[in-house]
T-cell receptor
Framework: AQRVTQPEKLLSVFKGAPVELKCNYS??????LFWYVQYSRQRLQLLLR??SRESIKGFTADLNKGETSFHLKKPFAQEEDSAMYYC?????????FGQGTELSVKP | GAGVSQSPSNKVTEKGKDVELRCDPI?????LYWYRQSLGQGLEFLIY????????KSGLPSDRFSAERTGGSVSTLTIQRTQQEDSAVYLC??????????FGPGTRLTVT
């Protein structure tokens, strides 16, 4: 079975510090990977997808096939980045999610 | 425009009772998904409808769970003989051909 692993349940950083949320996937062909975010009391929403190679809200994620990783990075965290982040892989029409990482950015 | 809507927003039921959760997808979206979000389990896929094709039921945890999608639009997730471990937030999502899934606000189910 395809797996998506987010090893950290909670990541706490101070405002202005760099942040990296880790995501690893089990190897199988060319994956289609996403990061979804859920802010407090809001819906789960798409943050970015690897095929777009774009930066959203200062976040970027690079697919590393050698390490089977798709880590989410931001050079300077902001308090409004505090949220639950889910890495997901598209498989057979559906999304397979990691366990999620709660990011807490402290002032 | 209107996003995905779900009802009820909260549901408290007694163990052993049946519950129905409803999802209204974004108009024109051909794909509809149900996921379950619970502590310790993260986000689990339950079932996926795509157009008129047979649904992918591979994520349903037991035969107490079923779902249907009428007229290619509204979907109902039914849980029979609810158990305490069914307590979770049930999320519905829909998508068109670009694969981005748009999520509803969820239904928080509590089984007492």
């Amino acid at each position: 079975a395809q797996r998506v692993t987010q090893p950290e349940k909670l990541l706490s950083v101070f405002k202005g510090a760099p942040v990296e949320l880790k995501c690893n996937y089990s190897y199988s062909g060319s994956p289609e990977l996403f990061w979804y975010v859920q802010y407090s009391r809001q819906r789960l929403q798409l943050l970015l997808r690897h095929i777009s190679r774009e930066s959203i809200k200062g976040f970027t994620a690079d697919l590393n096939k050698g390490e089977t990783s798709f880590h989410l990075k931001k050079p300077f965290a902001q308090e409004e980045d505090s949220a639950m982040y889910y890495c997901a892989r598209h498989q057979g029409g559906k999304l397979i999610f990691g366990q999620g990482t709660e990011l807490s950015v402290k002032p | 425009g209107a996003g995905v809507s779900q009802s009820p927003s909260n549901k408290v039921t007694e163990k052993g009772k049946d519950v129905e959760l409803r999802c209204d997808p974004i108009s024109g979206h051909t794909a509809l998904y149900w996921y379950r979000q619970s502590l310790g389990q993260g986000l689990e896929f339950l079932i996926y409808f795509q157009g008129n094709s047979a649904p992918d039921k591979s994520g349903l945890p037991s035969d107490r769970f079923s779902a249907e999608r009428t007229g290619g639009s509204v979907s109902t997730l039914t849980i029979q003989r609810t158990q305490q471990e069914d307590s979770a937030v049930y999320l519905c999502a829909s998508s068109s051909s670009n694969r981005e899934q748009y999520f509803g606000p969820g239904t928080r189910l509590t089984v007492t």
